[in-house]
């Protein structure tokens, strides 16, 4: 089945850290695009990384220089490593697949993994 | 960064109604890198257009997306019982951004 599963969300205090994990099955993560977004509660969707089949990765300004986003190929999982966490972190994360060619779009979503940042 | 604004902000409507949703970009955007999302209560989005125009795999003909340069639609011709949810538009011209979203509720 093809899909990419999200893990590793929970409670954590600011200043904090936490790695998120994406499983991925079905296709292979070192020839794919994927982007991770995140929602917080109430809010509209923001995107927050992108990691290109070449290893190429991209930050949202909220996060650069704080989250860090990796991949094992022979895993075929990802990680996002989370540091300094901010109460303005909190946030459903999702890992998505971009499609990418004459046009890009998020083609395949996870479920999804909460984070809260609470003292 | 270009600002998305979707309106109206909540849709209130009746099965088999015909809804309308608007998203209009602060700059241009290019068409091909428009899309929409649908999310439903307490699930991931799902794409339902991308390209401005093109059905994503899976999704009915009831859903079509139109627009061009700062103004794009999606139109739901006939509202069926789970099309009740929120949608988002999304643009990749430049750092991707979303649009705030527009509810579309049972009336």
């Known amino acids: 089945e093809v899909q990419l599963v999200e893990s590793g969300g929970g409670s954590v205090q600011p200043g904090g850290s936490l790695r998120l994990s994406c499983a991925v099955s079905g296709f292979s993560v070192s020839r794919s695009y994927i982007s991770w977004l995140r929602q917080a509660p109430g809010k509209r969707l923001e995107w927050v990384s992108d990691i290109y089949s070449g290893g190429q990765t991209y930050y949202a300004d909220s996060v650069n220089g704080r989250f860090t986003l990796s991949r094992d190929n022979s895993k075929n999982m990802l990680y996002f490593q989370m540091n300094s966490l901010r109460v303005e972190d909190t946030a459903v994360y999702y890992c998505?697949?971009?499609?990418?060619?004459?046009?890009?779009?998020?083609?395949?979503w996870g479920r999804g993994t909460l984070v809260t940042v609470s003292s | 960064e270009i600002v998305l604004t979707q309106s109206p902000g909540t849709l209130s409507l009746s099965p088999g109604e015909r809804a309308t949703l608007s998203c209009r970009a602060s700059?241009?955007?290019?068409?091909?890198?428009l899309s929409w999302y649908q999310q439903r209560p307490g699930q991931a989005p799902r794409p339902l257009i991308y390209?401005?125009?093109t059905r994503a795999t899976g999704i009915p003909d009831r859903f079509s997306g139109s627009g061009s340069g700062t103004d794009f639609t999606l139109t739901i011709s006939r509202l069926e019982p789970e099309d009740f949810a929120v949608y988002y538009c999304q643009q990749r011209d430049t750092s991707p951004t979303f649009g705030q979203g527009t509810r579309v509720e049972i009336k």
């Open positions: 700059q241009s955007v290019t068409s091909r890198l």
């Open positions: 998505a697949r971009l499609f990418t060619g004459s046009f890009w779009y998020l083609d395949l």
């Open positions: 390209a401005s125009s």
